[in-house]
């Protein structure tokens, strides 16, 4: 099947670009709320395309195949950031609903924008710059001291697409790069981001909903453990905050998404300094995020449902915990293929456990699923969350 089939009663109808898990885990809430989902797919075992019945194959940079999608659909929203400006300036032209839209989007594709637009707003965020040249980067580097963090403006994620340098010479093949695409449209083409090493005592997240009428849903601050440039682990709310640095970090994310007009889930990446008082941003998501799967299973609305209703315009859900403590640690890819025997033992070890496997291939280092675990004993919740994580990975074998 690849036309959506409505639910009775006059309920939407949404589309997703992309089927990556983002796209999958909607599917659940949506059927809960009667609205049907329709997925452009990138192939037709894509991990969305596996779960909801109307999932045609097609490229989010071919502009025929998502207007093709887009207009059998009531709303549009993404499973990521990567569709192409001309792609979404199409469907704006078509009259198609989009949430995000174009105008938000584009602080969430473009590092640069976002870095703009944020210190005009006079949300704190690292000194930055951006260099198109060794000496550029040098005088950045006299600026704000060696190591340097150097970011392709479009194009990363997960790590992907930044490196910390130490010298020019560690930027020198992305300085030729940049050389080469300037003038154009490839992800260097107006040069590399580049922003201070944060000297911070942990990474934290806000996460909150916004509605195009302008009725937003703040989840408590997390606090994101990352490895090698991946979060492996989310523990909500995060420990020890101090509640007056918890509200400015939320009143922060609050005018972030006002003043870009953000409409569905939005999160907010965040270092907390090192004398904990205070934050900088890092980086803007403008979809569900990897900081708020918890909520899943330890808010009153999880994220994705979240997501729906906002993009929809329906009243946003409670993001009020259900328990004192959630803690989420991802699943990631590791040497044995076959889940499916780890998959029962977890469960069986842990019946309070709360699995969510993604339905993709095993490939080291990739995330495949995530596991829950709530309660009121932290501790206790980390360390069978992270066994779960470690024995579905084959890291450990009891």
């Given amino acids: 099947m690849t ?10 109808v949404v589309g ?14 949506a059927a ?17 395309a596996q779960v909801i019945p109307s999932a045609p194959v097609g490229d989010h940079r071919d502009v025929d195949a998502v207007l093709t999608f887009a207009k059998a659909c009531d709303v549009v929203t993404f499973d990521h950031e990567h569709v192409p400006a001309p792609v979404l300036s199409a469907l704006a032209a078509a009259g198609i609903p989009m949430h995000p839209t174009p105008e938000a989007l584009v602080f969430a594709q473009d590092k640069v924008a976002m870095r703009e637009r944020l210190t ?6 690292p000194r930055w710059t951006v260099a198109a040249t060794a000496d550029e980067v040098a005088a ?9 963090v150097a970011k392709t403006p479009r194009g990363g994620y997960d790590g992907k697409g930044v490196l910390v340098a130490d010298s020019v010479d560690d930027v020198a093949e992305w300085l030729a790069v940049a050389t080469e695409q300037a003038g154009g449209d490839g992800p260097l083409s107006r040069g590399i981001l580049l922003e201070e090493k944060v000297d911070f ?17 703040v989840y408590p601050v997390v606090e994101t453990v990352q490895t090698d440039g991946i979060c492996t682990e989310v523990l909500a ?9 918890a509200a400015r970090a939320s009143a922060a994310a609050l005018t972030i998404a006002g003043e870009l007009g953000v409409t569905g889930i939005l999160a ?15 980086e803007l998501a403008m979809r569900p995020h990897n900081s708020g799967h918890w909520s899943m299973d330890g808010a009153v609305t999880g994220q994705f449902e979240q997501h729906l209703r906002a993009v929809l315009d329906l009243p946003l859900g409670s993001p009020r915990p259900r328990a004192g403590w959630t803690v989420m640690a991802n699943v990631l890819g590791g040497d044995f293929p076959d889940l499916y025997p780890a998959y029962r033992h977890v469960m069986a070890r842990d019946p309070e456990l709360k699995l969510h496997l993604y339905g993709k291939g095993v490939r080291p280092g990739r995330k495949i699923g995530h596991v829950n675990v709530t309660g009121e004993d932290l501790d206790d919740l980390r360390d069978r969350a992270g066994h779960a994580a470690d024995y579905l990975r084959g890291v450990i074998t009891e």
Avoid: H, K, Y
């Fill in 201 to 217: 005592l942990r990474e934290v997240a806000v996460l909150l909903a916004r509605s195009p009428s302008g009725q937003t849903a």
């Fill in 32 to 48: 809960e709320l009667a609205i049907a989902l329709s997925n452009l797919a990138e192939s037709p075992d894509a991990a969305a």
């Fill in 3 to 12: 036309e959506p089939r409505r639910a009775p009663g006059g309920f939407p």
């Fill in 16 to 29: 997703i670009v992309g089927g990556g898990q983002l796209a999958r885990m909607c599917a659940g809430p």
């Fill in 120 to 125: 005009a707003l006079g949300v704190p965020c």
């Fill in 237 to 245: 709310p995060a420990p020890d905050l101090d509640p007056d640095l």
């Fill in 268 to 282: 907010v990446e965040m270092f907390q300094t090192r004398d904990g008082e205070g934050f900088v941003v890092n």
């Fill in 140 to 148: 950045f580097a006299d600026e704000v001291g060696w190591p340097v």
